[in-house]
């Protein structure tokens, strides 16, 4: 999947960073309705569009069976429709087994209804290729759908994508007791802290090299600095680990997904670094967040400086996970216009409905959050949770910052508190407002630490009236 040659070319691309925006902390709060910013957001999210021209896999060798290796019938199909100048490479019905599936420019992967693609539990057949691991660069297995710097790419249809991680493959590499692992067993532990420490000190990305021999798990669907992305239709079961992650991409649409996988870090969607998504329509179940907005860990999201931007979320179910909305903890290169819409978000696994992560070793600027409309039937802690004592807590040298988090026309059947909101002594969140919500099933008082800014308007509470001196009484 990768040579020499190409190496050295991603290479030089992470170098020279041609995705770098302008650093956070510049941008000012808008002035007037945030929410009037969100149709010229969407005016510019705009999927791709493909030729009316088909590739069916079995007519390059694909047979169907669950027991074939289908990888060279992928690998050719994809090709012949990259050279023909794009279209469809169709999965018909029947259970395909592959290895890891590189798109190209112009290609749509239509997966249909009654179709699986079943990958690989084999981390041998999984290349190295440039990827991010938790916010950091490096080179490790591939994702098992992966794409680096193409332009106009698909994962659409009906069908199923089944990773095959469980708690006999990929998910133990976590280190957990309650998934397959037992002391002795091998870990990520010891290649998670190489790979941090590799970060801090500034080693070049050409010498982080990882994958065979080591434990850090494949991301499911990667396209990294691509262009124009549609993943449309499709459910995804048995994720290793993150299972949607597009990186330092632009127009980016993720619609109507069914995601489910009850694994350690198998966030559904986290958009890294990227500018102009829509997450639409989307079901989530999931082992860790339902969407996290990321931008790098620590000082490889400083050295990129690529926030995360004018993100859209609306319309999508959350079920189990530790966060609905959540934004970080990876945030170094900062999150900015964030806007969450029309989701129903319930289940007693389900943590937090909105989720802000920060601390003194990311030192991310997260600025610009607005949600409305958000039913939430029931959370296990709280609607709204902005911590700076994540993981690092303080730390750090760097300082977090959050600032304008809006909450409107919000409700709750159950939750522990309303808010569990914990800035620094020397560096608070900074203007959070609730305006028109209603929490209902509300099991006792909030907690709010360093906050600068808080308001409410027109907030019931249990039915009662609540403002900023009592809701955390």
């Known amino acids: 999947m990768t040579n020499r040659r190409q190496f050295l070319r991603a290479m030089a691309a992470t170098a020279a960073a041609p995705f770098v925006l302008e650093p956070p902390a510049v941008v000012q709060q808008p002035s007037r309705d945030p929410w009037s910013e969100l149709p010229s957001i969407l005016a510019r999210i705009r999927p791709p569009t493909f030729p009316a021209r088909d590739f069916d896999v079995t007519a390059f060798g694909a047979v169907g069976d669950g027991a074939a290796d289908c990888s060279p019938a992928f690998r050719d199909a994809i090709d012949a429709c990259a050279r023909a100048g794009g279209g469809r490479v169709v999965v018909p019905a029947g259970v395909f087994a592959a290895g890891p599936i590189a798109l190209k420019s112009g290609v749509d992967l239509h997966v249909t209804a009654g179709a699986t693609i079943r990958f690989s539990r084999d981390p041998r057949r999984y290349p190295l290729v440039l990827t991010r691991f938790e916010g950091m660069e490096l080179m490790n297995y591939s994702p098992l759908v992966y ?16 990773g095959g991680a469980d708690c006999g493959h990929w998910w133990p590499w976590k280190g957990r007791t309650a998934c397959g692992w037992s002391r002795g067993d091998p870990s990520q532990d010891a290649d998670r802290s190489a790979l941090i420490a590799m970060v801090e000190r500034g080693a070049p990305v050409s010498e982080r090299v990882f994958g065979a021999g080591h434990y850090l798990r494949p991301q499911f669907i990667q396209p990294y600095r691509c262009t124009n992305v549609l993943v449309e239709g499709v459910r995804l079961r048995g994720a290793p680990m993150w299972q949607v992650h597009p990186v330092l991409c632009t127009n980016v649409t993720v619609r109507g997904l069914h995601i489910q996988a009850d694994g350690p870090n198998t966030d559904g969607c986290d958009p890294e670094s990227c500018t102009d998504v829509l997450i639409a329509d989307c079901e989530f179940d999931t082992g860790d967040d339902c969407i996290a907005i990321k931008s790098g860990r620590n000082a490889d999201g400083r050295r990129l400086r690529a926030p995360s931007e004018h993100i859209v979320v609306r319309g999508c179910r959350m079920k189990n996970g530790h966060g609905g909305v959540t934004i970080g903890s990876e945030i170094s290169g900062g999150v900015r216009n964030v806007f969450a819409e029309d989701c129903r978000l319930d289940s007693p696994a389900l943590e937090f409905a909105v989720r802000v992560k920060n601390n003194a070793a990311r030192g991310g600027v997260i600025e610009n959050v607005f949600a409305r409309r958000l039913h939430v039937g029931q959370v296990a802690r709280a ?4 911590d700076f004592y994540y993981e690092e807590a303080d730390r750090g040298p760097f300082t977090p910052v959050v600032r304008n988090v809006e ?8 939750a522990d508190s309303v808010l569990y909101l914990r800035g620094f002594p020397n560096a608070p969140v900074r203007d959070v407002s609730l305006v028109d919500c209603d929490f209902e099933g509300v ?16 907030v019931r509470v249990n039915g009662k009236p609540s403002d900023a001196a009592t809701i955390a009484k």
Do not use: F
């Open 443 to 458: 099991a006792g008082p909030s907690r709010v630490e360093h906050v600068d800014g808080l308001s409410l308007r027109n």
């Open 383 to 386: 609607a709204l949770t902005i």
């Open 407 to 414: 909450l409107r026309e919000v409700t709750t059947a159950k």
């Open 147 to 162: 794409a680096y710097g193409q332009r106009d790419i698909a994962v659409t249809g009906g069908g199923t994508l089944d």
